[in-house]
Structures are given as C-alpha cells and as structure tokens.
C-alpha cells in the first residue's frame, strides 16, 4: 500500500513538473553513481577519499587522465561500468534540460517564481477560482477597486489569456491545497470560487475555510439544491448567475431606470457611488446616531441602510438610529467623499 502511494506521488510529480522532474531525476541518478564509483576505489582498490573523488571526477567527465594507480580487473570491470552509467546519465540530463528550453518550460518556472515573490508580498488580497466566463467579469470588476487580485486557472488556453492580460496568477488545479497556500490563502480577505464544476466549489470552499477561517467566501452554485451544500462547507455568500441574469433582465423591463441608476452607481460610471464602510469598535463614530456623527455634514453622504453585525439591515435609518462597533454603512456619494471617509475612518 506505501508502496503504491508513492509511486501515486512519483507520477503526480512527474505530470506536475514535467521536464524539470526528469532533469532533477539525473542529476539524482548522476549523484548515485557519483557515490557508488567512491565505494568502488575506497572499499574495492582500497584508496583514500581523495584520490577516490578525484578519480571519480576525471572518470565521469571522460577527460583522458589516466589512472591514479594500477585497477585490478574487478576494479576495472566496475569502472567501465561507471563510466557508461555516467555518460548514460549526462545524455539523460542534457537531453531533458534541451527539453526544458524548448519547451519553454525553464521560462515558465522563472516567471512562475516572479509571480509568486509579487503574491507573497499581499496582505488582505482577492483570490478568485477560474477564469471562465463568470470568473473574467469578476476580475474585471474587482480590478477596477484594487489591483490586489490572484486568480487560479488550470485550462492553457486562459492561463495565456491571463499573462496577455498581465494579472497575478497560478496555473494549476484550485482543488490542490498547497496551490491555494502559494496564492496566500491564509493572508486572504476574501476568495471567489466560479468554477464550473459544484463538487470543486464545494471542496474550494471547504479547504479556504479550514485555512483561513476569518476569509470571506463567496461561491458559484449551479443551481438552487446546491446552496445549502455550499453555505454548510462555508461560504458566506452563494450566487447562482442565471437567477441573477434573470432577476436583472426582469427589473430591466419593470423598472428601467431605477436598474440603470444602480447598475451605473454600483460600476461608478457616474459621480456617485454607492459603498460599504465598516465601523471598528474603536471608530470615533461608534455609539453616535446619525446626526451627531455628522456624516452629512462633514462628507456630504447619504447612509441609505445600515447592516448590524448579526445580519440585520436597517434601512433609511432616521437620524436617531445610533451607529454600533461592528455595522457597515451603504452610502451613496461622490467617489472623493467617500474615499475621505474611508481615509478616516
């Protein structure tokens, strides 16, 4: 059974690493052989460590020296055995670096340690989980917010489409548990998981909440029966696309110019926006109501609800309604105002 999972591993390895596995396999192969020509001159001909490594060292590089001392036969016989060992090994590993070049697999390895030195260096970044349709206008829309954006895709073609985009990511399977380390899981302030496959998203989700358990997760559910699954493995929020679409397109034709003044303050493709804050316990303005928090006044913004920390919303809230630690505010105001509230906040 130990024996089966590791050749399991060996061969996971080898599909992940590709040519570079093959060419750390020589370089071991080399080492042994390296190791056992020692064994040879120092137990066999009885020579010391020196003269041993460096007869090792003009045998495998096949210079010509000739011998340190006379070999027996047996030492002879061995000998030659190193030495097609040896040159056997160095066409294995030439033949496998030649391999990494033309593959452009070298290439890939030094961009992919770039990247990563960029990711490791985020604190309270995105992650998002595919980059297919869903998970395209996701990036998109949080690009236009923060910059601080790392996407996991294993299908070629977009993981291409993502370097000509020049957005931080990892190419790779987002099921694999130390793909999600690498791209900060647990330095995370939240991850989106839109992959086309629910059982994924499941065990996404699961995994990004066993490792971050503070991480905001928001899930893509294919259809209603997988909400429940999805919220008990740990999302916080689960959006099924084709209600959402749906839902858009009614209110489209019911109410048009109310979805357009959402959809347009949401995008901030006007002067005006509406935005979240989060109040800290420690905030100058927990334990005011709206009025003496001046918000108004100061800021020239709107609060148009207000969402308690247990889940609760209150919305048009008067100007008694008092401001706790811990509820967010939904405020509407130009961009500039509410980038100066956010600054004092």
């Not at 024996?3 to 596995?21: E, H, M, S, V, Y």
């Not at 499941?202 to 909440?209: D, F, G, I, N, Q």
């Not at 929020?237 to 959402?244: E, G, N, R, T, Y």
């Not at 020239?300 to 209150?314: F, P, W, Y």
Request: proline content about 3%; glycine content about 8%.
């Amino acid at each position: 059974m130990a024996g089966l999972l590791n050749t399991t591993r060996i061969r996971a390895l080898r599909d992940k690493w590709g040519p570079l596995f093959q060419f750390v396999l020589g370089l071991c192969n080399m080492c042994v052989v390296f190791a056992a020509g020692l064994c040879v001159f120092i137990y066999v001909e009885g020579w010391n460590f020196v003269e041993s490594f460096y007869m090792m060292v003009i045998t495998l590089s096949t210079v010509g020296f000739g011998e340190i001392h006379p070999l027996s036969d047996r030492g002879r016989l061995l000998t030659a055995l190193i030495i097609i060992c040896g040159v056997g090994n160095f066409a294995y590993i030439v033949s496998s670096f030649s391999r990494m070049l033309v593959d452009g697999h070298l290439n890939k390895l030094l961009w992919r340690r770039k990247v990563q030195k960029r990711i490791d260096k985020l604190d309270q970044h995105y992650i998002v989980c595919g980059y297919g349709r869903i998970g395209c206008v996701v990036v998109q829309e949080i690009l236009k917010s923060s910059p601080d954006v790392v996407v996991i895709e294993n299908n070629e073609k977009l993981v291409e489409q993502l370097k000509r985009d020049g957005i931080m990511h990892l190419a790779g399977d987002a099921t694999d548990d130390a793909l999600l380390v690498s791209a900060g899981i647990k330095r995370a302030r939240s991850i989106v998981t839109a992959l086309t496959d629910e059982a994924a998203n499941v065990y996404v989700t699961l995994t990004a909440r066993q490792l971050n358990p503070a991480i905001f997760i928001v899930a893509r559910a294919g259809n209603a029966s997988h909400i429940t699954r999805l919220e008990f493995a740990g999302a916080n929020k689960v959006v099924l696309p084709h209600l959402i679409g749906g839902v858009r397109m009614a209110n489209s034709v019911l109410r048009p110019t109310v979805t357009d003044f959402v959809e347009l303050a949401l995008r901030g493709n006007i002067d005006l926006q509406l935005e979240e804050m989060a109040i800290g316990r420690a905030s100058s303005l927990a334990g005011k109501n709206l009025v003496e928090s001046r918000i108004r006044q100061d800021f020239d913004l709107i609060v148009v609800a207000i969402k308690r920390e247990d889940g609760s919303l209150v919305f048009n809230p008067g100007p008694k309604v008092l401001i706790l630690g811990g509820d967010t505010l939904i405020t509407v105001g130009r961009p500039a105002d509410l980038a100066r509230m956010t600054e004092s906040l």
